[in-house]
């Protein structure tokens, strides 16, 4: 079977043992864009019906079961295809030093029907947590579910991962770019903090509450949804995701970009090189060049490449501008910057200030205003 993607939170370690618990999932076609999902109507998203094989059960019975328990329908055994697997790594959470590792199965079929055409229903079979989450049966259109998912909200780091899974398929097939919702923006980020622990959480935070504030302010004062505060929120909160690989210098844009496209989500990805390189050059970045040769070239490459939007130059702005310490100050977070290295490029400089004045234009206010704590 193809292998559509990796999920992998690389939250563990690496010596540690293995937990394995594959699964089988089903997508069910009902007219041309519609599935038929599980929604768990007390949670507030969209799942493939399916889960987990039981040691020595055919991949096929499986599913067949699993579709029956989770929304009543009988899947036709004759009618499954492959559609690809996806992978999912995260540290357990009921085993210490324990990886858990799940390849999901996911497969088109078809359920059987009655002499009307109409899906043929009968009872499901739902374990405890299944029935506390309310699952039920539902029609919807893949985009639809998409969109759903991204909303979804949850404290639990397997939901979390789980519709995280999910809603990247459903956008797969429906066409769309991927982006993660905010809760797992927010799960990438606190795992990140405990493998490298640092102001840069803080930052971050800064950065992210600042950008979902500017987005408002924007839309606001053009009568229209120019920037989605979410997206905005969440490009703020992963911008600095490569510094969990440690105290590093340009390779944090290296290695947060390539983190981030493992997932499939590009723009939060590209973000996290976009927003050290105003200007589009690495001639004048700030730092130690910590990554080898063919790197630095790949990055150039890839912001040769780019084209910038609203999101890449306001997480450019408030980078430079929101500090751990709750800083909230442009010049001042510069001279830091300057006082710290020796110096700062003056091009670079110019170029916030032309950023600032360029949403302060968009936003119609003051942008001290806007982004400091209400």
């Known amino acids: 079977m193809k292998q559509l993607f990796t999920m992998d939170l690389k939250n563990y370690g690496a010596d540690w043992k293995r937990s394995r618990r594959d699964s089988a999932r089903a997508i069910i076609h ?112 893949i985009k639809d579910a998409a969109l759903a998912n991204r909303q979804y909200h949850d404290t639990n780091d397997f939901n979390i991962a789980m519709i995280a899974r999910d809603a990247r398929v459903l956008e797969m097939m429906a066409g769309m770019k991927s982006e993660p919702s905010r809760c797992m923006a927010e799960l990438l980020l606190e795992e990140g903090v405990k493998k490298n622990p640092g102001p840069w959480r803080e930052h971050s935070y800064a950065v992210a509450r600042a950008a979902e504030k500017m987005a408002r302010a924007v839309n606001e004062n053009c009568g229209e949804e120019k920037m989605n505060p979410d997206l905005a929120y969440i490009y703020g909160l992963l911008h600095d995701i490569g510094r969990q690989e440690g105290h590093t210098y340009i390779a944090h844009v290296y290695d947060g970009y390539h983190f981030l496209m493992s997932f499939g989500y590009e723009k939060a990805a590209l973000i996290c090189l976009t927003h050290s390189f105003n200007l589009k050059t690495t001639e004048d970045y700030i730092g130690k060049i910590d990554i080898s040769d063919n790197q630095m070239e790949e990055v150039k490459q890839l912001l040769a490449a780019a084209e910038y939007d609203d999101y890449d130059r306001l997480i450019q702005l408030l980078d430079s501008t929101c500090g751990a310490d709750g800083t909230l100050n442009l010049e001042q977070r510069m001279g830091d910057v300057k006082a710290r290295y020796g110096y700062y490029p003056q091009g670079k400089w110019n170029k916030n200030f032309e950023l600032k004045a360029y949403f302060e234009k968009l936003a119609g206010r003051d942008y001290y205003e806007i982004i400091s704590p209400q």
């Open 30 to 141: 009902v007219g041309v864009d519609k599935l038929a999902l599980v929604y768990a109507t007390k949670l507030g998203y969209y799942k493939f019906p399916g889960g987990g094989i039981h040691e020595g059960e055919d991949k096929i019975a499986a599913l067949a079961r699993e579709v029956q328990e989770e929304v009543g329908l009988v899947l036709v055994p004759e009618s499954v295809r492959e559609y690809g697997v996806a992978s999912r790594y995260q540290k357990s959470g009921l085993a210490e030093n324990t990886i858990f590792v799940q390849d999901n199965f996911y497969y088109e079929c078809d359920v059987e029907r009655d002499a009307n055409g109409n899906l043929k229903i009968i009872s499901q079979n739902l374990d405890a947590y299944e029935d506390e989450a309310g699952f039920e049966l539902c029609i919807v259109s």
